[in-house]
């Protein structure tokens, strides 16, 4: 199993979340933005969190125009899995390879602390760990996670039961509480919290841990 | 040549930051503001003869995200 992850200047989880998938084996290789190429025959791509470009313009705007981001693209369209997690769900929606946009926090205030989220589907690859209803708790760290869509994806994203994961309560000012989205034939995620956070005992949790030991039994399986 | 872009949040999209300055601004005393909106203004030089329709093109792949804002173009 590998597993590609994406490293921008101002990411700043990219180490973490290496670390999150090797702790559940996947052998884990580092790409630059200016990549032109993925490594042939990665499982998955994980976009890490932190502050891409400096968040300058919009958080993940110009990193989704980087070299990398065109290659990720054209992964995610042949049916590739991504993981984005917090500026990586931010720069998918940028793409334009997860729908909807994150804005401001509601309150105004950079949010970062642990919080109790609802896993909203267990139909995918990323939640095949928990069981749909379930409550995690998983740290947050973002000033812009106010997830906004049109009233129409929004009931799309409800129908086709791609809501991933909801916080427990309204936290950031996010449609309906979501706190992660799937694509539409489930194989990308991007999500504001930070499993790869709550991945080891010294983390002070371990919820987020099924999230890559269940990413990793379903590709062992496959 | 110049070109100024501008570039706002859509009608009907929250502006969290804007709130903030119109409640800053009834705390200053100011009286009957019924809302603002923050935006931003990006200036670009260009080659002499760059068409409307390529900052245009920047818009749409770079300077506004069409999902949530809406941007109005200016030749200098």
């Known amino acids: 199993m590998r597993a590609a992850i994406v490293v921008f200047p101002g990411s700043n989880c990219d180490r973490d979340l290496a670390v999150a998938f090797r702790a559940a084996g996947f052998r884990v290789e580092m790409v630059w933005h200016k990549d032109t190429a993925l490594p042939k025959g990665v ?5 890490p969190g932190g502050f891409s470009f400096g968040d300058y313009l919009r958080c993940g705007a110009i990193a989704a125009n980087s070299p990398i981001c065109a290659e990720i693209k054209t992964h995610a369209e042949r049916g590739g899995h991504v993981l984005g997690i917090c500026n990586g769900f931010q720069i998918l929606t940028e ?3 997860l ?25 995918c690859v990323y939640t095949s760990g928990y069981e749909a209803g379930q409550r995690i ?3 947050v760290a973002h ?6 869509a049109s009233n129409e994806i929004v009931m799309r994203l409800k129908d086709e039961d791609r ?4 916080y427990a309560s309204p936290m950031n000012g996010s449609v309906d509480d979501i706190a992660g989205v799937l694509s539409s034939n489930r194989r990308v995620l991007g999500m504001m919290p930070h499993p790869e956070r709550a991945a080891e005992e010294a983390h002070g949790g371990t919820d987020g841990r099924a999230l890559f030991s269940g990413l990793a039994s379903m590709f062992a399986a496959a | ?8 949040l859509k ?23 019924r809302g603002v909106r923050q935006g931003k203004v990006i200036e670009l030089d260009l080659a002499d003869g760059t068409g409307e329709d390529t900052v245009r093109e920047m818009c749409d792949k770079l300077l506004a995200n069409t999902v949530i804002e809406s941007y109005r173009i200016e030749m200098l």
Do not use: W
């Open chain 1, 43 to 47: 499982d998955i791509v994980g976009i």
């Open chain 1, 95 to 97: 793409t334009g390879i």
């Open chain 1, 99 to 123: 729908p909807g946009a994150l804005l401001r926090n509601a309150g105004l205030k950079y949010i970062c602390r642990s919080l109790p989220l609802i896993v909203g589907s267990s139909a």
């Open chain 1, 137 to 139: 708790d998983i740290p």
């Open chain 1, 143 to 148: 000033h812009d996670g106010n997830y906004t």
């Open chain 1, 163 to 166: 809501v991933a994961f909801r």
């Open chain 2, 1 to 8: 040549m110049k070109a100024r872009v501008h570039v706002m």
């Open chain 2, 11 to 33: 009608d009907g999209v929250l502006d969290p930051q804007g709130e903030a300055v119109r409640h800053a601004l009834g705390a200053l005393g100011f009286e009957g503001i």
